[in-house]
């Protein structure tokens, strides 16, 4: 079975709609190097994305609560919309998975810094039958070490709720890039041993740091979504999580519509291209074929 651990939800539901819509701010640097951010995609072209996969992990990100004092982590433009906020986007994701629910596992995302957040976590999880949690401390501007954050991680580990963290460099400008080191992961990992973290993207570039933590913590696992663009970045991580024998804590993920499932699959094989006429180690293909076959849902207590 091949899970996808990590897509975004549209926020269209129709083409109708995405077209209506005004153009995405501009957040500076793009995601990929080899071609533009994608926009305004809908709820028919993740599902057809989902094409080549067994299950997938959907989510979307809330903005910070109205009146939050720090600067918002997501629009360039200053303006959080309503659309953005934590139960918008749980109702909209939620929405997603009731239309595709065979495919489709929702899990929701709350701001710790929100007043009502455990009330948005109750709600989600039962109202809305979202299974796990998505944050993204830069994208949300909150410190993942602190109180707020903490009472997050307590019910989420109470509730059996897996976090997917954003974790790795970021293109906003005034959010602490710190707060989306791996590092930080270890302490949360050590004071709430039962919770069920993945960290996005392997946190590229600090593949290294990442590293670190899933090799000690048995129920912390890193994606490998968002990596393949970058052969190099792709090669050296990979190596690493081989030498430190950690291939068996990635997870397959796509990141979705930054990458498909079907690429990220397709360049496995690829890996080792650019070691051709060098005596460079190889990442053990064999391996690495097997973090899409994972069984994803059972390493993060969702089956
Ligand atoms: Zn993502």
Redesign the pocket.
């Known amino acids: 079975m091949i899970i996808d651990v ?1 897509t ?1 939800a549209p926020r269209f539901r129709t083409r109708a709609e995405a077209e209506a819509a005004p153009p995405p701010p501009e957040t500076g640097a793009p995601m990929r190097p080899d071609r533009p951010d994608p926009s305004r995609v809908t709820w028919d072209d993740h599902v057809a994305a989902m094409g080549p996969v067994d299950r997938a992990i959907v989510f979307n990100i809330a903005a910070q609560p109205p009146g939050d004092p720090h600067k918002p982590g997501m629009a360039s433009d200053g303006i959080v919309r309503r659309t953005d906020l934590a139960q918008a986007v749980n109702d909209n994701v939620a929405g997603l998975v009731r239309a595709h629910p065979a495919k489709l596992i929702g899990f929701m995302s709350v701001h710790p810094r929100d007043p009502h957040v455990l009330d948005e976590m109750d709600r989600a999880t039962g109202d809305l039958g979202l299974r796990g949690i998505k944050l993204g401390p830069n994208y949300q501007n909150f410190d993942p070490l602190g109180d707020d954050a903490a009472r997050v991680f307590a019910r989420a580990e109470e509730l059996g709720l897996p976090i997917l963290m ?1 974790q790795g460099t970021s293109p906003v400008q005034f959010a602490d890039l710190d707060w989306a080191h791996p590092r930080h992961l270890d302490r949360i990992a050590t004071r709430f041993p039962e919770l069920r973290l993945i960290i ?2 392997f946190a590229h570039p600090w593949q290294v740091d990442a590293l670190a933590v899933i090799r000690k913590h048995p129920n912390v696992w890193a994606d490998i ?2 990596l393949h663009y970058r052969p190099w970045s792709y090669y050296t991580s990979l190596r690493l999580a081989t030498e430190w024998s950690v291939l068996h804590k990635l997870l397959f993920g796509s ?1 979705w519509p ?1 990458a498909s499932p079907q690429e990220t699959m397709d360049a496995i094989p690829h890996v080792n291209d650019i070691l051709e006429g060098t005596r460079l180690p190889r990442v053990p293909v064999d391996e690495l074929l097997a973090v899409v076959e994972r069984d994803a849902l059972g390493a993060l207590g969702l089956d």
């Open positions: 990590h975004h954003h996005a993207h979504s968002a990141d930054v």
